[in-house]
């Protein structure tokens, strides 16, 4: 097949996809600042070219053919990105542009953040924009529009330049005003009080009641929570024990607000600063790479 039907001019697809969306040569000639005979002359040729009916005509009236809808979803999304991906070239043309961060809402509020400004008087002339973002470990998902990601993994993942910055470990907290009797504390007590959760990882606790050789059996769930953050507050409220990040609860085991129940506990993940590899020449995330990598993280 010539290539040539496969790869039509701009002008044609712009024309076919303001048309498409309006259901309209009309108001797409007024979108485009063109006339409506020459949308409607751009769209003809388009047809031509790919030798199929994209449109049923009847009179003034257009509707999309199936063939029609399917180029029409298709194509939206490859405009989408080609505009995207031109805002962000010109975004660029002073290496000034900014960084699209996503960060896992609790890590971001709890860590990053308070140190953004140490950021901030090395590159005064760079803005790191933060989106807080619950983050799988299909990191391709949360990163379609982001220009890179703090998350924790196992760092597998193939396309992507992953830097290791610190290894994960869960300590159980509790608040000392809810639970005096913390001290005296078995691994086997823990069973006794309503254990709180983290949506995102439902099988934490079992792993720490396997690390210490408790009946699974004995195991009092708790209320789960969307975010890490809500659940913090829900221990220092009395609701019951979490394990957390011991990363997210320094300030409050600093404090005395929360109290570390047993020794922290190796997750198997380690957060990670992650991007697409088309991404490793902005200077923006050059500057914040290598800021963030040199920072001296706790032996967490």
């Given at each position: 097949?010539?290539?040539?039907?496969?790869?039509?001019?701009?002008?044609?697809?712009?024309?076919?996809?303001?048309?498409?969306?309006?259901?309209?040569?009309?108001?797409?000639?007024?979108?485009?600042?063109?006339?409506?005979?020459?949308?409607?002359?751009?769209?003809?040729?388009?047809?031509?070219?790919?030798?199929?009916?994209?449109?049923?005509?009847?009179?003034?009236?257009?509707?999309?053919?199936?063939?029609?809808?399917?180029?029409?979803?298709?194509?939206?999304?490859?405009?989408?990105?080609?505009?995207?991906?031109?805002?962000?070239?010109?975004?660029?043309?002073?290496?000034?542009?900014?960084?699209?961060?996503?960060?896992?809402?609790?890590?971001?509020?709890?860590?990053?953040?308070?140190?953004?400004?140490?950021?901030?008087?090395?590159?005064?002339?760079?803005?790191?924009?933060?989106?807080?973002?619950?983050?799988?470990?299909?990191?391709?998902?949360?990163?379609?529009?982001?220009?890179?990601?703090?998350?924790?993994?196992?760092?597998?993942?193939?396309?992507?330049?992953?830097?290791?910055?610190?290894?994960?470990?869960?300590?159980?907290?509790?608040?000392?005003?809810?639970?005096?009797?913390?001290?005296?504390?078995?691994?086997?007590?823990?069973?006794?009080?309503?254990?709180?959760?983290?949506v995102s990882r439902p099988?934490?606790?079992?792993?720490?009641?396997?690390?210490?050789?408790?009946?699974?059996?004995?195991?009092?769930?708790?209320?789960?929570?969307?975010?890490?953050?809500?659940?913090?507050?829900?221990?220092?409220?009395?609701?019951?024990?979490?394990l957390v990040p011991q990363?997210?609860?320094?300030?409050?085991?600093?404090?005395?607000?929360?109290?570390?129940?047993?020794?922290?506990?190796?997750?198997?993940?380690?957060?990670?600063?992650?991007?697409?590899?088309?991404?490793?020449?902005?200077?923006?995330?050059?500057?914040?790479?290598?800021?963030?990598?040199?920072?001296?993280?706790?032996?967490?």
């Open positions: 097949m010539n290539p040539r039907r496969l790869t039509p001019s701009m002008s044609l697809l712009v024309a076919f996809e303001a048309a498409a969306r309006h259901c309209s040569f009309t108001k797409a000639a007024e979108e485009l600042a063109l006339t409506q005979s020459a949308v409607s002359r751009q769209v003809q040729t388009l047809e031509a070219q790919l030798e199929i009916e994209l449109f049923r005509r009847e009179g003034r009236k257009i509707e999309l053919t199936a063939a029609g809808a399917l180029y029409q979803h298709e194509l939206a999304a490859a405009l989408g990105r080609i505009r995207s991906a031109t805002l962000q070239a010109i975004s660029y043309k002073n290496d000034s542009g900014p960084l699209n961060l996503a960060v896992l809402p609790t890590l971001g509020s709890k860590w990053l953040l308070p140190r953004m400004h140490e950021f901030y008087a090395k590159h005064p002339d760079l803005l790191v924009h933060i989106h807080s973002r619950i983050i799988r470990e299909d990191v391709q998902s949360s990163t379609h529009d982001m220009n890179a990601i703090i998350c924790a993994g196992s760092g597998e993942w193939p396309g992507y330049i992953a830097h290791p910055l610190l290894t994960e470990k869960l300590v159980v907290i509790a608040s000392p005003t809810a639970l005096p009797e913390y001290r005296a504390m078995s691994p086997a007590n823990v069973a006794e009080h309503a254990l709180l959760n983290v099988g934490v606790w079992s792993d720490w009641f396997d690390q210490h050789n408790v009946d699974h059996r004995t195991m009092r769930s708790g209320p789960s929570f969307e975010l890490t953050a809500h659940l913090i507050q829900a221990v220092a409220a009395g609701i019951g024990i979490g990363i997210l609860v320094q300030d409050e085991l600093k404090s005395g607000d929360l109290v570390a129940l047993f020794e922290p506990m190796e997750s198997g993940r380690s957060y990670y600063l992650v991007y697409a590899t088309r991404y490793q020449h902005l200077p923006a995330l050059k500057a914040f790479s290598a800021w963030l990598l040199s920072l001296p993280f706790p032996d967490n």
